[in-house]
Nanobody, 121 residues
Framework: QVQLVESGGGLVQAGASLRLSCAAS????????MGWFSQAPGKEREFVAT????????LYADSVKGRFTISRDNAKNTVYLQMNSLKAEDTAVYYC??????????????WGQGTQVTVSS
């Protein structure tokens, strides 16, 4: 069992940066790929980024490439999402998830409760 707790969301202006964190419980953190997904109001949850268990591989949605960076610290059981050059369309609840190194939600077994990111234009 893995429990995930996100933090770091907030209200920022367009162009600003935020860093989201996701702290995981359990001693098997490095065996899971970790992903970030977002869900805007009235829309389906969608893939943002994922990182492999040891951090060697990453994947990003086209909409965030060059602006967002996913990283992890396995010693701290934490995954991060550095969000730069934020846009109003990045406004969403951001969820972290533990699972396989893929972009599809169904391959992630554990989910956090989400953290709200609001970008004002």
């Amino acid at each position: 069992q893995v429990q995930l707790v996100e933090s770091g969301g907030g209200l920022v202006q367009a162009g600003a940066s935020l860093r989201l964190s996701c702290a995981a419980s359990g001693r098997t953190f490095s065996t899971y790929a970790m992903g970030w997904f977002s869900q805007a109001p009235g829309k389906e949850r969608e893939f943002v980024a994922t990182i492999s268990g040891l951090g060697a591989r990453t994947l990003y949605a086209d909409s965030v490439k060059g602006r967002f960076t996913i990283s992890r610290d396995n010693a701290k059981n934490t995954v991060y999402l550095q969000m730069n050059s934020l846009k109003a369309e990045d406004t969403a609840v951001y969820y972290c998830a533990a699972g396989s190194f893929v972009t599809t939600m169904r391959s992630y077994d554990y989910w956090g409760q989400g953290t709200q990111v609001t970008v004002s234009s």
